[in-house]
């Protein structure tokens, strides 16, 4: 069976299908067969950024690893008993046919609540979940007072994560591994950076979840996005000489995917 990662939380802007791609890409190119779904079915960020990727290795005639993005399929509706959910029958049937051929499936989730994200949750192995370092973001996860040193209770986002966890314990699944990953943090040592830090070890121990570094701000980023190209790809569309930043992102890459402990992966990169 697959291993299914799930990258998502319900909030635009935190970096999902920038980590989703690094993230998709790194697996291809380390060998693993992946496949990937976006479920942004409006806007389709990742979806786009795969195509991009596609377009210019024909263009460039290189050869690049690449994750494979599936639609979902259309279901009859006439088939459907009373009370079932389209959508869920589109998900799973995705899943199903993707699953004998792949040792990983990657589903990136929408920055809003939907129906397909709430299932996909459901089924994530690797629950992905990019957090700007803010506490705009932090509200996502739970409620703080006015200092944000003491939590208040879990916020919507949480509680849907928990609503996936009691699904797949009835269903005897496995639990999922949720990693949340702060994105953008700054380079100083401030006030907001050091409560982040406090707060989010504070929650993770009572929600259960870990904590993995992520993507700081970079230009190189939005650079990318046009052609599909990742960080790991420089070197091969002749990059000769990786400025620092450029190499402090691709060790950051490197911590991201280390830390996820996916099953079968070493690092190669």
Known sequence: MAHIIVVGNEKGGAGKSTVSMHVATAIARMGHKISALDLDLRQRTFGRYV??????????????????????????????????????????????????????????????????????????????????????????????????????????????????????????????DWIVVRNRVGAQRMVNKEKMERVLAALAKRIGFRVAPGF???????????????LLDLKDIGVKQLNISNVAARQELRDLVKALNLPGVELNF
């Not at 129906?115 to 739970?142: C, G, K, W, Y």
């Not at 700081?216 to 990742?230: A, C």
Request: charged residues 25%; glycine residues 4%.
């Open 51 to 176: 195509e991009n990727r596609q377009a210019f290795v024909k263009s460039a005639e290189l050869d690049l690893a690449c994750p494979d993005v599936h639609d979902l399929p259309e279901i009859d509706a006439d088939a459907l008993k009373p009370g079932e959910n389209i959508y869920d029958h589109r998900l799973s049937a995705a899943v199903a046919t993707l699953e004998p051929d792949n040792d990983f499936i990657l589903i990136d989730c929408p920055g809003s609540h939907t129906r397909l994200s709430q299932v996909a949750h459901s089924l994530a192995d690797t629950l992905i979940t990019p957090l700007n370092d803010s506490f705009v973001d932090f509200d996502l996860l739970a409620k703080t007072d006015a200092t944000g040193e003491k939590i208040l209770g879990p916020s919507v986002y949480s509680e849907m994560v928990w609503n996936a966890r009691q699904l797949r314990a009835q269903a005897g699944l496995k639990p999922i």
């Open 216 to 230: 700081s701000e970079r230009v190189i980023f939005r650079e990318l996005f046009p052609r599909g190209l990742t």
